[in-house]
């Protein structure tokens, strides 16, 4: 087996060795290379201790000392490199108790959580394999290292990483692995909303956001939303996960916030909302989802006007969004509507009247809530007579008025 490093990585491994330590690529960064895939990140196991690691490059930041992690900078990128250790007990089954360091490789692979996440590499060795990680990648399997109920008694938040990686990867979660989450799904509850709203996030970003089905299949979901484990009983929501596949954007956060959006849109705006908010997600993420959800109310617009009308209540912004959502869900692509609208340049907002307050005011409408109220109004006649956004007309449009 054969891993291309990066020369950085090389580098690394390399001065940890000609100073007498052992040195390693390890974990996601392994898996990935021997998929085919570059890793987004390398992480580096080794024999030293932090102190040493420090001694021996020039910039390093001090990343997780009490874990033994440092992180060598080259170049203006990251390198974490992490002593060997053994996690203790973790009598919260969230963080270990304590971590001590160890010189054996072994023992740092052993705690780690997946049989495909336990692997080390370097030119020295080669692949170092001792609970047949690449078996378990070559035949899609997601398998605890040693125990599956221990491994997920000392740290909960492991069950949704095995769901997550199965999604990412494609990748079934062997028998044993999979009953032990089932059997251990309340510890869930251990493990902060914070850690469990990243996972769910890396899930619904992945190629196969329909193993969200296993949340709800190992009783998480119960544990973490009953509203939503509900839905999933009641046969409510198979249709939405499976639209959910069907989701094509160009950018990261878009494919999250209309994949939520999809997901959620049974328990409707109030309840999603609540559970969003427990998840502790952003506030641009939140009211993403709020407004998307209101607007897959709507019907599929037929016209330009309705589709005017439908620009104006959710924004450009969000407009690319739902259109997308809608088509997912297996609607009617009407999105031809809303690009003849941006290419007429037409007017679905305040701010792209061709009049504005100071306009107003100089016309003679007097100052404060009559503004606000004209604009209103000037914004509805343009929307069902667009040929009408003209400084003139609109002037017009408010001395006749006023008459
Ligand atoms: P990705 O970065 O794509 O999410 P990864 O495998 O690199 O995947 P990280 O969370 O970056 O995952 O962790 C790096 C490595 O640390 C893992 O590959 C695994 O070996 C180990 N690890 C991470 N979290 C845990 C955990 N909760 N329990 C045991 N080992 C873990
Ligand atoms: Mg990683």
Known sequence: MYIELPKEVKYIISRLEENGYEAYAVGGCVRDSILGKTPEDWDITTSAKPEEVKKLFQVTIDTGLQHGTVTVVIAKAGYEVTTFRLDGDYSDGRHPDRVAFTSSLTEDLKRRDFTINAMAYSE??????????????????????????????????????AIRFAGQLNFKIEEMTLEAIKKLSANISKVSVERIAKELEKLLLSANPEYIHLVYETGIFKVIAPEVAELFEHGLIEELVQAMTRVCYSEKKGIYQIRLSIFLEKLGDIKAVKFLKKLKLDNDTINTVRKLLILLKRETETSDLEMRRTVKEAGHKIMPLFLEARRAKGFFDNSYLYKNIIERGECTEISELRVNGKDLIEAGITKGIMIGKTLDRLLELVIEHPELNTKESLLLEVKHNEE
């Open 124 to 161: 020295k060795t080669g692949l170092i394999d001792k609970f047949s990680g690449k078996e378990d990648l070559e035949n899609g399997i997601i398998r605890a290292v040693g125990n599956a109920e221990e491994r997920f008694s000392e740290d909960a938040l492991r069950m949704l990483r």
